[in-house]
């Protein structure tokens, strides 16, 4: 799937708008670890076990091993959404 300039354009401005942002994951770590809130945000699927890990304070280790795990988790993000985008965009031919 070879996009054009124009479209390769279109998809990062699209995915700049709609892509999870990094200082939000940890404004979310940072004052909502105990609830996960940054695993949910990212839309992790392992995020549910993880509030359930945390109500039983195992979780703890988990969430502060985070803060490092955070940047390849909103990558993972940005690249799922780049494609979708890329995808659309193609379908469509660009215009939008």
């Given at each position: ?7 390769q354009i279109l998809v990062e ?84």
């Amino acid at each position: 799937m070879a996009l054009s300039t124009e479209q390769q354009i279109l998809v990062e401005a699209r995915l700049a708008n709609e892509g999870k942002s990094m200082v939000l994951a940890y404004v979310f770590w940072f004052f909502l670890f105990f609830f996960s809130a940054h695993r949910f945000y990212l839309g992790d699927k392992a995020a549910p076990i993880q509030l359930i890990l945390n109500i039983l304070v195992i979780g703890l280790i988990w969430t502060l091993i985070d803060v490092f795990l955070i940047p390849g988790m909103v990558e993972k993000s940005r690249a799922e959404a780049r494609q979708r985008i890329a995808l659309e965009v193609s379908v469509m031919g660009g215009n939008s």
